[in-house]
């Protein structure tokens, strides 16, 4: 059984928007509900946890997933003071899961493309996440701002969502770390990568896979 865990609990304070991005207007539909959609109408994904602030739950309730009809959405719980706080209460909400796919929510254009190929790969690997090779050089700057290397842009991928892992394995990652220093997680994969319980395989996603962080991303 294939759940996915839809992160919505930001405030978006980049957005510089009183209305946090996961609820702004797209194209006249909110920026989850084209989320939400995407998963639930895929045949890969049998349930669906939202993790939301306390704050909007009611609204997402009645606004986004009945008002929609979102037949798969079985729980809606609260995140928490970060990110990561708020992915173990979502992988709390659906223990009979096999699989987990962990998205977030502000990324609405993923596409069953993608979604279907993670799946495939996530039984044989255990540990996947989307992402796109990049485009840009990068650069590593120093403390002062100065440049202190160029990695070889052929070795570096923008890592995106969803990230799909077997139940056990992410389930048993974030126990094994929430009594650490989890300040530098900054996805999921990391939770895995720093317990060494399985190898992250990165699927190539989609470079319009984009999350909606800033006024320019809604934009584009």
């Given amino acids: 059984m294939n759940a996915a865990i839809i992160v919505a609990a930001g405030t978006g304070s980049r957005m510089n928007s009183a209305t946090p991005k996961q609820f702004l207007p797209l194209d006249n539909e909110m920026v989850l509900t084209r989320t939400v959609r995407r998963f639930e109408e895929s045949p890969e994904i049998q349930e669906i946890v939202l993790v939301v602030s306390p704050d909007w739950a ?82 590593i700057a120093d403390e002062s701002g100065f440049v202190k290397s160029t990695p070889d842009r052929r070795s570096l991928w923008s890592i995106q969502t969803p990230q799909v892992f077997s139940y056990a394995i992410i389930r048993a990652a974030y126990e094994l770390i929430r009594d650490t220093d989890m300040s530098k997680i900054t996805d999921d994969a990391m939770v895995v990568e720093a317990t060494g319980l399985a190898k992250i395989r990165l699927i190539e996603g989609s470079y319009g896979n984009i999350k909606i962080t800033t006024p320019e991303d809604l934009k584009i």
């Fill in 58 to 139: 009611d609204f997402v309730r009645t606004e986004i997933v009945l008002k929609e009809n979102f037949r798969k959405v079985k729980k809606i719980v609260n995140g928490g003071a970060e990110r990561y706080d708020s992915v173990y209460s979502g992988l709390l909400a659906c223990p009979e899961a096999d699989y987990v796919f962990i998205h977030d929510g502000a990324r609405p254009f993923v596409t069953e493309d993608i979604i279907r190929r993670c799946a495939a790969e996530v039984e044989n690997y255990q540990a996947v996440a989307a992402g796109m090779p990049v485009k840009d050089t990068i650069k």
